[in-house]
Protein backbone atom coordinates (compact mmCIF):
# COMPACT_ATOMS: atom_id res chain seq x y z
CA UNK A 1 0.00 0.00 0.00
CA UNK A 2 2.51 2.38 0.86
CA UNK A 3 4.38 1.91 -2.21
CA UNK A 4 1.55 2.64 -4.43
CA UNK A 5 1.00 6.00 -2.37
CA UNK A 6 4.28 7.31 -3.14
CA UNK A 7 4.35 6.06 -7.28
CA UNK A 8 2.84 9.11 -8.22
CA UNK A 9 5.03 11.75 -6.45
CA UNK A 10 7.09 13.32 -8.32
CA UNK A 11 10.47 13.46 -7.21
CA UNK A 12 13.25 15.48 -7.67
CA UNK A 13 16.12 14.34 -9.29
CA UNK A 14 20.03 15.78 -9.01
CA UNK A 15 21.73 17.08 -12.61
CA UNK A 16 23.42 13.79 -13.06
CA UNK A 17 26.68 15.75 -13.15
CA UNK A 18 26.62 17.13 -9.38
CA UNK A 19 24.72 13.66 -8.16
CA UNK A 20 27.88 11.99 -7.27
CA UNK A 21 29.15 15.32 -5.20
CA UNK A 22 25.89 15.61 -3.93
CA UNK A 23 25.38 12.13 -2.22
CA UNK A 24 29.21 12.31 -1.12
CA UNK A 25 28.54 15.31 0.60
CA UNK A 26 25.00 14.06 1.96
CA UNK A 27 27.12 11.47 3.46
CA UNK A 28 29.49 13.61 5.06
CA UNK A 29 26.78 15.50 6.73
CA UNK A 30 25.12 12.52 7.84
CA UNK A 31 28.87 11.10 9.88
CA UNK A 32 29.17 14.51 10.69
CA UNK A 33 26.37 16.51 11.60
CA UNK A 34 26.43 19.29 13.78
CA UNK A 35 25.19 19.86 17.03
CA UNK A 36 22.09 21.48 16.56
CA UNK A 37 21.45 18.82 13.63
CA UNK A 38 22.29 15.85 15.53
CA UNK A 39 19.88 16.99 18.49
CA UNK A 40 16.83 17.78 16.36
CA UNK A 41 17.67 14.19 14.78
CA UNK A 42 17.50 12.58 18.74
CA UNK A 43 14.07 14.16 18.91
CA UNK A 44 12.33 13.35 15.45
CA UNK A 45 13.83 10.11 14.65
CA UNK A 46 11.68 6.86 14.69
CA UNK A 47 8.58 8.89 13.91
CA UNK A 48 8.66 10.60 16.98
CA UNK A 49 6.65 13.10 15.54
CA UNK A 50 4.14 10.54 13.95
CA UNK A 51 6.28 10.29 10.62
CA UNK A 52 9.00 9.62 9.28
CA UNK A 53 11.68 11.45 8.48
CA UNK A 54 15.03 11.02 6.89
CA UNK A 55 18.15 13.21 7.22
CA UNK A 56 20.77 15.19 4.36
CA UNK A 57 18.30 13.64 1.12
CA UNK A 58 19.52 15.16 -2.15
CA UNK A 59 16.40 17.08 -3.92
CA UNK A 60 17.10 18.61 -6.83
CA UNK A 61 20.60 20.09 -6.56
CA UNK A 62 20.14 20.56 -2.54
CA UNK A 63 20.50 18.41 0.10
CA UNK A 64 17.89 18.91 2.85
CA UNK A 65 18.49 18.33 6.33
CA UNK A 66 15.46 16.29 7.09
CA UNK A 67 12.58 14.84 4.85
CA UNK A 68 9.44 13.47 5.55
CA UNK A 69 8.07 12.07 2.08
CA UNK A 70 4.38 11.24 3.21
CA UNK A 71 4.44 15.12 3.78
CA UNK A 72 6.88 16.32 1.62
CA UNK A 73 8.10 18.14 4.54
CA UNK A 74 11.70 19.60 4.75
CA UNK A 75 13.09 20.91 7.96
CA UNK A 76 16.26 23.36 8.08
CA UNK A 77 18.99 23.78 10.57
CA UNK A 78 20.48 26.54 9.98
CA UNK A 79 24.30 27.86 11.30
CA UNK A 80 25.10 31.52 11.75
CA UNK A 81 26.50 31.68 8.41
CA UNK A 82 22.56 31.84 7.42
CA UNK A 83 22.38 35.05 8.98
CA UNK A 84 24.30 36.80 5.63
CA UNK A 85 22.60 39.14 3.22
CA UNK A 86 23.72 36.74 0.41
CA UNK A 87 23.08 33.46 1.84
CA UNK A 88 19.69 34.68 2.80
CA UNK A 89 19.33 35.30 -0.90
CA UNK A 90 20.76 32.18 -1.18
CA UNK A 91 18.11 30.37 0.79
CA UNK A 92 15.39 32.14 -0.57
CA UNK A 93 15.77 30.91 -3.79
CA UNK A 94 16.43 27.51 -2.70
CA UNK A 95 13.31 27.61 -0.59
CA UNK A 96 11.43 29.07 -3.72
CA UNK A 97 12.90 25.97 -5.96
CA UNK A 98 11.65 23.50 -3.42
CA UNK A 99 8.27 24.92 -2.88
CA UNK A 100 7.34 25.33 -6.79
CA UNK A 101 8.78 21.02 -6.68
CA UNK A 102 5.73 20.68 -4.43
CA UNK A 103 7.54 20.60 -0.76
CA UNK A 104 7.63 22.74 2.34
CA UNK A 105 10.66 23.83 4.15
CA UNK A 106 10.64 24.91 7.73
CA UNK A 107 13.76 26.67 8.91
CA UNK A 108 15.05 26.93 12.79
CA UNK A 109 18.31 28.49 13.56
CA UNK A 110 20.70 26.08 15.85
CA UNK A 111 19.81 28.83 18.68
CA UNK A 112 16.14 27.81 18.28
CA UNK A 113 17.17 23.75 18.65
CA UNK A 114 19.45 23.83 20.82
CA UNK A 115 17.91 26.33 23.35
CA UNK A 116 13.90 25.29 23.03
CA UNK A 117 13.71 21.66 21.26
CA UNK A 118 9.90 21.90 22.41
CA UNK A 119 9.33 25.20 20.59
CA UNK A 120 10.95 23.52 17.07
CA UNK A 121 9.00 20.09 17.90
CA UNK A 122 5.69 21.90 18.18
CA UNK A 123 6.02 24.10 15.32
CA UNK A 124 7.02 20.84 12.89
CA UNK A 125 3.92 18.98 14.37
CA UNK A 126 1.32 21.24 13.71
CA UNK A 127 2.55 21.98 10.05
CA UNK A 128 2.74 18.17 9.76
CA UNK A 129 -1.10 17.88 11.20
CA UNK A 130 -1.96 20.61 8.81
CA UNK A 131 -0.79 19.29 5.63
CA UNK A 132 -2.17 15.98 6.45
CA UNK A 133 -5.69 17.17 7.15
CA UNK A 134 -4.67 19.34 3.80
CA UNK A 135 -4.34 15.86 1.89
CA UNK A 136 -7.56 14.03 3.44
CA UNK A 137 -9.79 17.14 2.39
Same mark, same amino acid.
Given at each position: ?GR? %???? #???? @??????YS??????H???????D?? +??L????? @? %????????R???I??? /?? &??LN?? =? #?????V?????? +??????? &??I @?T??????????L #?? =???????? /?????E %??A?? /??? /???? =?E?
Amino acid at each position: MGRE %KNCN #RRYV @RANPDVYSLLKDNAHKNRVCPTDAE +SFLWEHIR @R %KALGVKFIRQVAIGDY /IA &DFLNHE =T #RLIVEVDGEYHN +SAEQQVE &DNI @RTDYLNKHGYYVL #RF =TNNEVLGD /IEFVKE %KIALL /INK /ILNK =TEE
